[in-house]
């Protein structure tokens, strides 16, 4: 969805350029991102006279549908900001913008009370709140205990003490203890990974936020890689030296005599020692195949380890897209091959990146920029136009007319949806609202 500001209203436009409503806003502020079929904008509610006889506009935020129908506002007095739209567990999180406190709301817009002994809450999702108790908390100089709340069934699920509680997944959330150990832990607060191991990664709380993934790996007092699958259960009884790379169903690691194998999702060996000295780092994409190298050559091997496309064709660069390999010779001719190592369209190409939710491959020849679908069908030519961003429905392009910046917005199928807003509709402003507001920048 893209939204354009017009005279001071927000309008909000599909991936053909069409119209799909019109939200009334105040003039200074930016619809927040599309979560839930929802999008968040501040929207007149009503007008009121002031002292003068005055009109008064009155804004609230809202949750809006893609009809444009309100669908969520919250029925609070003072000033809110909407931290999180309705989730999963019929919740929404705002914070009073005077005290900066969180306000919890449920589906109706009702305002829901937290237990009266909590404090320092933090939201989990799921409905699930994180507090310190008031009786908790008189010790200022020991760390104190926590307690995990369930806000629908509004019972404590279990107390305890830990540094951080990322959000649950599939019943499942990391842990990290005062001692700033990792593990994982259920709702019921059962350890299913012993909090004894470190971050594989040095963004400690983005990793923490919430396991997404049918697998994750943490790392031993050794400083070995150890895997474990979403019910926390660890693969096999091994650790690596190397981070594993996980990738659809199969997992390549390097054992101890300096060779990958691929192990399946019970720790079983699948393909024992495929390939020598190999610093594979994309792993096996959607399609189950993979690109190796060896001797400074690349080749492209199956689930089982047989090379579907040998070194022997002698390509020396190599780019792994989650529908496709690419490979070249010289980094301008590319070949794109599809799960059973045939070639489905080459491409002349000076620079070539994948990038982007939709899978989208850029590249430019002769100064010409264009747009490639991951799986080779759709090739998009783009002229001139210079690459801003590619979101999960629009790519952004730009050109520079004079002063100006002028940008354009396609959607997947390379058809441009709206161009220069300022000529051609008389817009100040234009932007593409995503899911949470995710956008993919490819430089």
Known sequence: MLCARIEGLWHFYDTNGKEMFEANTVRATLPQGWVNGCVSVLQVTNAMPDSSQSIVPVFSRVLLDTKGKVVFEPKVTVPYRIITPVDAAGYALLTNMETGEFMLCDKTGEVVDFPSNATNINYKKEGLIE????????????????????????????????????????????????????????????ILVPTRYKCPLDD?????????????????????YVIF???????????????????????????????????????????????????????????????????????????????????????????????????????????????????????????????????????SLQEQNGLMSDDGKVVIPLGNYAFSTICDDFFETKETVGDNIIYQYWNPLGKMVLKNPIQDMGADWIIPVQPEAKCYVPF
């Open 229 to 363: 699958n979403k019910n926390g259960k660890q693969l096999g009884d091994k650790s690596f030296a190397q981070q594993p790379v996980i990738s659809s169903n199969f997992i390549s690691v390097w054992d101890d005599e300096k060779e990958w194998y691929i192990i399946d999702n019970k720790g079983n060996i699948v393909a024992p020692h495929l390939w020598k000295n190999n610093q594979n780092t994309e792993g096996f994409n959607a399609l189950g195949i993979a690109a190796i190298s060896q001797d400074e050559l690349y080749a492209i091997i199956n689930p089982k380890g047989e090379q579907i496309v040998g070194f022997d064709k002698g390509y020396k660069y190599a780019l792994t897209s989650p529908s496709s390999i690419f490979l070249s010779k010289d980094e301008e001719e590319w070949d794109v091959f599809n799960a059973k190592g045939k070639i489905i369209r080459s491409i002349s190409a000076v620079s070539m990146l994948p990038f982007g939710n939709n899978h989208y491959t850029q590249f």
């Open 204 to 224: 400690e709380y983005m990793f923490m936020t919430e396991i997404e993934t049918e697998y994750f790996i943490l790392m031993d007092s050794s400083d070995e």
């Open 131 to 190: 507090f310190v108790a008031k009786e908790d908390s008189v010790n200022e100089d020991v760390s104190p205990f926590k307690t995990l709340y369930d806000m629908k069934q509004k019972k404590a699920l279990f107390r305890g003490k830990w540094e951080f509680l990322g959000d649950f997944h599939n019943g499942i959330a990391f842990i990290n203890d005062t001692l700033h150990r990792l593990g994982a832990i259920n709702r019921k607060g059962e």
